[in-house]
């Protein structure tokens, strides 16, 4: 692996009983950049996303992530990352402030450098008016929004998004592609 490379997948396969759901797949991903991995469903995406950020384990293949082996470094790969899924982990019964400070903690910053890094990314998603509301007065894509900024409390170095403006109105998709371009501009490799 080169130190240009964030990801480095190389003839990795999976097989669940007689099913191959990954079939000598290789890929590199770049640091800082925005890596799309498509293709219909049933091809192995969700799969292939699964051994990359170690919750399964590939039959044949390696995975480097930042120079981390996945199989026999599965603790400092996950160190290298956030994941954000297709539904949103965030706490309903929360405000977007409490959800990002309680993120924090649990991503080992102090009390005070949590709430600095909330406000910081309740500005980044246009989250600052509606930063002590209650859940339930976020629409989808705020709740959307604040998803992806919990995700990045913790600022990794790699971002693993699954589908994230699924079901977004237009002007909320616009909103989400220009967060996630900050992000690269900041050096946040995109996956």
């Known amino acids: 692996m080169t130190n240009d490379n964030a990801i480095e997948v190389v ?9 191959v759901a990954v079939d000598d797949v290789s890929f590199t991903v ?16 969700t799969t292939t996303l699964r051994m990359i950020t170690t919750l399964l384990r590939q039959d044949q293949g390696h995975i480097l992530v ?3 082996d996945t199989v026999t470094q599965a603790p400092r790969v996950r160190q290298q990352f956030a994941l954000t899924g297709q539904n949103a982990s965030i706490d309903q019964d929360l405000s977007a402030m409490e959800n990002l400070v309680i993120f924090g903690r649990l991503h080992g910053l102090t009390r005070a450098d949590a709430r600095s890094r909330a406000t910081e ?6 989250l600052t ?3 002590s509301k209650s859940l339930d007065q976020f629409s989808g894509g ?6 992806l900024a919990v995700s990045l409390i913790g600022n990794p170095s790699i971002l693993f998004l699954d589908e994230p403006t699924t079901g977004l109105d237009p002007r909320t998709r616009t909103q989400m592609w220009t967060a996630i371009r900050r992000l690269v501009q900041h050096g946040t490799t995109v996956y």
């Open 11 to 19: 003839g990795i396969q999976k097989q669940f009983g007689t099913q």
């Open 30 to 45: 770049g640091k800082g950049e925005v890596f799309g991995l498509l293709g219909p469903n049933g091809a192995g995406k």
């Open 66 to 68: 930042n120079g981390f």
């Open 121 to 126: 990314l309740l500005g980044d998603f246009d």
């Open 129 to 131: 008016n509606s930063a």
């Open 142 to 147: 705020m709740r959307r929004r604040l998803d």
